[in-house]
């Protein structure tokens, strides 16, 4: 089913458990890659503990020959926003390590990322990564409103903009990637951005699925692209995080795929209620 002029998909629940089947695969490989990330190791090697997850899992990666990208998952280090290419770079002590994952099942994808600061970290890079696991938190619980959904999808890029704002440090909240609808493809309509805008976006309805993954610097906004075509980074190589995951909208609340507990913690946490699958 489709609507509006983006033609934007909405799930039907037995649609919606097959995406929360892929989205425990991302979990499950995300949390394998995690465990792997230790000073010493390759990000080839977070790489393939992903990997081995999704296969015994009987999934697919969603990102591996994706537009030719040649991985199952992104790796960025530091100044690398998103898109960082795992392969022979050895992770030291004080690295912030932005791992992002996704998988299909049975054609449904699920997507999410995590960043995690190595041994010796900079208290300042931890911050980072916390304030912006906060600002996707916010971002996805201002999708309901009291007893109901929002009205519009503006309001995640408002609470993501209060929560960085709120953190009373000067952090750029990058403009230039932002989220997705998620679904039958990995990348689908509507753009969720992490920033107000005047413009009224598009009015949220039950079976929408999004992917809600800000992008934050402690730096500049600006970035730029390697040579490799795919990884991205900071203008300035100030350090980055990165946190993501992909959420269901019901009529009764909603459901965070990727996340093990479905959002129950986060989400009760904030006075939303955590929808029912059964």
């Known amino acids: 089913m489709a609507f509006g002029r983006d033609k934007i998909e909405l799930r039907t629940l037995d649609q919606i458990r097959l995406m929360r089947r892929a989205g425990l695969v991302v979990a499950d490989a ?7 990330a230790k000073p010493g190791v390759t990000t080839g090697d977070l790489d393939a503990a992903a990997a081995e997850v999704i296969a015994a899992a009987g999934a697919t990666p ?5 537009y030719d990208y040649p991985a199952t998952i992104c790796t960025s280090v530091n100044e690398e926003v998103v898109h960082g290419i795992p392969g022979s770079r050895v992770l ?3 690295d912030l390590v932005s791992i992002d994952c996704g998988a299909i099942v049975e054609g449904w994808h ?17 911050a980072l990564s916390a304030v912006t ?9 201002a999708l ?13 890029g408002e609470a993501v903009e209060d929560a960085v704002d709120g953190s009373g440090v000067g952090y750029g909240i990058v403009e230039e990637y932002v989220g997705h609808g998620i679904g039958s493809q990995m990348h689908l309509p509507p753009d969720v951005l992490n920033y107000r805008v005047r413009e009224r976006l598009t009015r949220l309805k039950p079976g929408m699925c999004l992917a809600i993954e800000p992008m934050i610097t402690r730096g500049t906004i600006a970035t ?12 300035d190589r100030s350090r980055a995080a990165h946190w993501e995951h992909s959420v269901a909208l019901l009529p009764d609340g909603l459901f965070v795929l990727t996340a093990v507990d479905g959002g129950a ?7 939303v209620p955590l929808a029912s699958l059964d």
């Open 30 to 36: 995300l949390a394998a890659a995690r465990a792997a």
């Open 224 to 235: 730029e692209t390697l040579a490799d075509e795919w990884t991205v980074i900071t203008a």
């Open 62 to 66: 969603s990102f591996l020959g994706y």
């Open 133 to 141: 696991e906060k600002a996707m938190w916010d971002g996805i619980a």
């Open 110 to 126: 699920g997507d999410s990322a995590l960043s995690l600061v190595l041994d010796d970290a900079d208290p300042a890079d931890v």
């Open 92 to 94: 030291e002590a004080g």
């Open 265 to 271: 913690a986060e989400l009760g946490a904030r006075g």
């Open 144 to 156: 309901w409103a009291g007893d109901g959904l929002a009205d519009r999808l503006n309001v995640v």
